[in-house]
């Protein structure tokens, strides 16, 4: 899971090209549309790159912190918990379900927390794979933008006073959204294991 967490959010991109992009254009979206297609989210046609391709690439890219800090938090449960669920008559199973993970669970929560904030923030993987399309769908299967994606391919072409003043205004509103979210992630995270140190 480390090693997976420092790899190159480009490489994940190429990768998503060659891979998730002709799976999504030529398997994925059509099989969606022709089962959810009533729905206004699988609507339109399917060019393989868009939100929903977008959205897969990102939940590869976050899982392996989401794995890593929740272990974090799950280790910092106090060896006492499990002993005395142990004890009780609990199971392996039991103790961890009932006894650790909900003492945990504020921790698991501030990694989802810190890893959405690693994804609202992404931007190469994004650009390569989402379709650069400033219109805004309600199709998930649709081309799209986001925030980092807009201020990456844009910036460099950026002339005259009020096209570079709102790709840094767009900067400053995804520079204070990833602060709030991982201070709330830290937060949570810091809750649990100050909890687990309190009573270790």
């Known amino acids: ?4 967490a420092s790899v190159p959010s480009v490489i994940y991109g190429l990768l998503a090209i060659f891979t998730i992009v002709p799976m999504m254009r030529e398997y994925i979206g059509p099989a969606l549309k022709t089962v959810f297609g009533f729905l206004p989210l699988f609507q339109g046609p399917v060019y393989g790159v868009g939100y929903l391709s977008a959205a897969i690439v990102l939940s590869i890219m976050i ?8 272990r974090e938090a799950l280790m910092a449960v106090p060896r006492e918990q499990r002993e005395a669920a142990l004890a009780l008559g609990a199971t392996k199973w039991e103790s961890t ?3 650790v993970v909900p003492y945990a669970r504020m921790g698991i929560i501030g990694s989802i927390f810190l890893a959405f904030s690693r994804a609202l ?5 994004v650009t390569m794979v989402i379709g650069g399309d400033m219109t805004v769908h309600t ?3 649709a081309p799209g933008n986001t925030i ?15 096209h570079p003043a709102a790709l840094i205004e767009l900067g400053l ?6 602060l709030i979210i991982n ?13 687990g140190s309190a009573k270790g």
Request: negative net charge.
């Open 173 to 178: 509103v995804l520079f204070f959204l990833t």
């Open 1 to 4: 899971m480390e090693l997976l």
């Open 148 to 162: 980092a994606a807009v201020i990456a391919s844009q910036f460099n072409e950026a002339t005259g006073p009020i």
């Open 97 to 99: 379900w009932q006894i």
């Open 63 to 70: 899982f392996p912190y989401i794995i890593s800090v929740s």
């Open 183 to 195: 201070g709330m992630a830290r937060l949570l995270i810091l809750l649990t294991t100050g909890k």
């Open 121 to 125: 923030g992404e931007t190469m993987a």
């Open 139 to 141: 199709s998930l299967l």
